[in-house]
DNA sequence: CCAAAAGTGTTGTTTATACACCCATGT
DNA sequence: ACATGGGTGTATAAACAACACTTTTGG
């Protein structure tokens, strides 16, 4: 009735929490990586993350790994995928709750510790060569990064709490790859009201002072889509049948 | 090296796959509960699921003990999220990756074995008391559904390789609970180009005979949205700046 | 006064909504 | 002949895409 080892012939699988940590620098998205100091995989890059401890929570066990191994934290956080094909962990069965984050790209100190050899910023492009299926995940992180953008207020994760729209727009076209016109932009951005004005001004060089924006409901990532298909609530006075009750078969 | 027990005090958490199957059954969005045999929580409803076998991928386990609780497979199946909040389970830490499942609203024959007492499809207002967090499971689910429903082809998982727009439109009707306009709902769905006409009609009753149709890629489920912010490719001359290689701090 | 980024409006096109009648069949 | 569900078009409104110049500042 006791166990004592972590080592392969466990019945149970060895889950881990992992973070892909997105920011943008030098107008370029990069992601957070470490080099592993241990075995499996030790010396290559990999996401940051660690084994669950007793009771911990999935949230938590991501950004306790993503603080302990780089430094980082407050960031914003949401769980992604998880990852659990046979063979991707040579130590056995190993399930990946893989969760990505978003971090303003403000000054950040990168501290590599316990598991972590080093640590840097990578730019997409150079993440293909990631330890166990490290790649896979970053890739599925990203494609959900670009997908959410459109429809959600994730994109001012990547802001301080008052920005410009120029640097929203920046950070948009970072992440989209590709330019946008300005005043459609704007126009779009304004229209979905999730930002204010502050009132105030930023004056950073020999041009035009830049209005302040505000995130409006700073706690959340909110869905701003607008679509539906079909229109109209049906004929005037037909009424949508709701049946029977109870468990059928 | 060895172990032979899956009792509490093990350091490693329990992994469960669980599925929320979906269907449509007269005129109703229903769900597949199977009453728990064992405890915890025995002789309570609760979704299908198991713990993983070693080595088992865990799309393989949710579809495995689906099958084996219900009798019900060949369904379109996808990842969902991962449940792991501590106390979730009185057997101590486990960590439940669920799916969500449709399946045609066809003739399914249900037949409750193993894990599972009795079978059933309960409407959604008929799940609030389920085994340990199922209810909130089942509460994602539905959210997921609902959501993809506007953006991509999962509608068709609910219906046979050949069908009608009338019968597509009771899907939307039904998971969306509104009536729909019929000229503009076939306006939308047409113009996504998801589905063709296969040159036949049903006949069933005392009225003109429908087209049927069939979706055009039925192998996947795919992303038929067509938004985005800003407009324009910017101005012409400009580029995108892409800089500097190499993780930088 | 020059360079640099901020800011701003209009027009054409596409997409969504509202709405009502005729058609083909079985009984 | 009638009841039943299948099928169709048009006009208005809203959202999106294309496009270029003026403003404010610092040096």
Redesign the interface.
Known sequence: ???M???P???????TSDVVVFTI????L?LL?IKRRHEPHGGRWALPGDT?L?????EHAALRALAAQTGVSGVYLE?L??F???GRDPR??A?S?AHYALVPSEQ?R?RAAGEAAA?????RE?TSDLAFDHAEIVATAHARLV?K???STIAFQFLPAEFTLSEL?RV??TI??????KR??RK??LARRAIEETGEVRRDGSHRPARLYRVKYPGRVE?I?H?????????PG????????????
């Open positions: 009735m006791l166990t080892h972590t080592a012939g466990n019945e149970r699988p060895l889950v620098r030098d107008g370029e990069r990586l669950l007793p009771d911990e929570d999935l769980q995928y998880t659990g094909k046979p056995g069965q399930i709750v950040l990168l640590v840097g910023w990578f730019a150079q997908a953008l459109d429809y727009q948009y076209e989209r790859q590709e330019a946008l016109d459609n932009f779009w951005i869905i889509r679509e539906r298909p079909g229109g109209t609530r049906g004929q037909r009424e949508m049948a709701l049946h029977e009750r109870g468990p059928s078969q």
